[in-house]
């Protein structure tokens, strides 16, 4: 009867510690995850924000270039210039909308909290087996 109860408190203890370490392991991945999370909304914010003035001052740059090139040729043909320009934008924009999407494509969000959370299951799952 003394042995049963002296490996039940053992049980019991090695449950406890291990209950202890699981729950201290999941509060430090949480905390990376909420990390992470601050540091990627920080992140498009900023991208946002300098992807804005970028557009902005494109286009006033844009425009006025366009209108000294037109003034400039308008005695050439203002047809033709225009119709140059148009093609010259939309072939820009064009490959700029396939680099996006290549972008997005590859986009991955919180890739380190994954991997760590995929380096914790295998320990476990050598530790369990």
């Known amino acids: 009867m003394e042995d049963s109860t002296v490996s039940f408190s053992q049980l019991a203890a090695r449950s406890k510690h291990f209950a202890r370490r699981l729950l201290t392991i999941g509060e430090n991945r949480l905390e990376l995850l909420l990390v992470e999370v601050q540091e990627e909304r920080e992140r498009h914010l900023r991208a ?23 003034i400039w040729l308008w005695t050439w043909s203002p047809v033709a210039v225009l119709l140059i320009l148009t093609a010259l934008y939309a072939a820009a924009g064009t490959c700029l909308w396939r680099r996006l999407t290549g972008l997005l494509r590859d986009w991955q969000t919180l890739s380190a909290s994954l991997d760590q959370l995929r380096k914790d299951r295998t320990c476990l799952e050598k530790i369990l087996t």
Do not use: D, H, P, R
Not at 50 to 66: D, I, M, W
């Open 48 to 70: 946002i924000l300098l992807a804005f003035g970028v557009a902005a001052f494109g286009l006033l740059a844009g425009l006025t270039l366009t209108a000294a090139i037109v």
